[in-house]
């Protein structure tokens, strides 16, 4: 099946999906007869938000994952969920709509280079984001999320020496937070590193009242001049509890959808890039899944996920790790 990915990819999606069918009504009708739930992160496009059973940030997906009832999970989101998804619940088929949906994050820590580094630190407990492959995940302690990785490093002893990959600017900020001095893997996501100061300050300017939001991978300029820095729930239930009605939102745009659905008179500015004309910052991978794709990837059964079995289960430990942490925390 593999080997027809182009034609399967091209000729269906592009050219042979009739256009007079009603695509929603098809892809609901099928999670029926098949036992299929869609999750989606909260960077997915808006009709793909529209049509999910669960929307979440990377440790809601996780604990998802972990609890669904379905026998096909359709992760719309980037490989690294739905690899995640899958070492959680062997048994279940995961799909995702495209398996070129990677990350520059992920793509930043190679296992042999990761390793190597590994053993300069032997005696050092290893915490990895969850923005990472599976064979990565296999040689972590403990797997986190923006949304526990605070809770989770503060766990460990005070003298407990610590590694934390990939994410440069999320580890710096967990640092900051913790008053560790965690050993950082040099990686970052492309999307939260290009947000532009200049920008967000000019803006600042046009609306004096706007609070500024941002994700932890963005870097400390920008994080030190935000007045909420969490993960896309947290700043999502920021919005919601704070009484400010103007936010300037650094973090990927499709973040906007849930929160002009749940706070729909409030304003939402999104932070721009430094390289851009276009006023929003997407993730170019998270945009590649389409409603096309997804009822392709239903019908079909296809692309799905499949992880070497020792890899899968040594990647299984750290992650049953960070959920039951995340349990006791109340995360
Ligand atoms: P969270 O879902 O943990 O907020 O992470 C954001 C992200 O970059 C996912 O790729
Ligand atoms: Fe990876 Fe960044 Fe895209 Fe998230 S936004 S999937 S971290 S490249």
């Known amino acids: ?52 059973d669960y929307i979440g940030d990377s440790l809601a997906l996780a604990q998802l994952a972990a609890k669904t009832n379905a026998d096909i999970i359709l992760l719309a989101g980037v490989h690294f969920m739905g690899e995640t998804a899958k070492i959680i619940s062997p048994d279940k088929k995961v799909l995702v709509p495209d398996l070129n949906a990677g990350c520059s994050l992920a793509d930043s820590c190679k296992a042999d280079i990761f390793k190597r580094f590994l053993h300069k630190y032997p005696d050092y407990k290893v915490i990895t984001y ?32 610590l590694i934390f990959g990939p994410d440069r600017n999320l580890g710096n900020y967990i640092n900051s937070v913790t008053g560790r001095n965690m050993i950082l893997w040099d990686g970052a996501c492309h999307v939260h590193e290009k947000f532009s100061l200049e920008k967000i300050i000019e803006l600042k300017k046009i609306y004096p009242d706007a609070k500024i939001i941002a994700h932890p991978e963005c870097k400390k300029a920008l994080l030190l001049l935000a007045d909420h820095i969490g993960s896309t729930a947290s700043l999502l239930k920021y919005v919601q509890t704070d009484n400010c009605n103007t936010f300037i939102v650094a973090t990927e745009s499709g973040i906007l959808h849930q929160m002009k659905c749940v706070e729909p008179y409030k304003q939402f500015i999104p932070a721009p890039p430094n390289d851009s004309t276009c006023a929003c910052n997407d993730c170019e991978y998270m945009k590649l899944n389409t409603i096309e794709k997804i009822y392709n990837t239903l019908k079909f059964e296809w692309p799905e996920i499949v992880i070497d079995e020792s890899i899968r289960k040594k990647a299984l430990h750290p992650i049953e790790k960070m959920l039951e942490l995340s349990n006791k925390l109340g995360l």
Not at 135 to 141: E, F, G, M
């Open 1 to 52: 099946m593999n080997n027809n990915s182009n034609w399967l990819i091209k000729g269906f999606v592009d050219e042979s999906i009739d256009k007079n069918i009603d695509l929603i009504n098809e892809i609901n009708n099928i999670k029926r007869e098949k036992n299929a739930v869609i999750m989606a992160h909260y960077y997915q496009k808006d009709e793909i938000q529209d049509i999910a």
């Open 130 to 161: 969850v923005n990472t492959s599976a064979d990565i995940k296999a040689l972590s302690d403990v797997v986190v999320t923006s949304t526990n990785a605070k809770a989770i490093v503060d766990s460990f002893p005070k003298d407990e020496k």
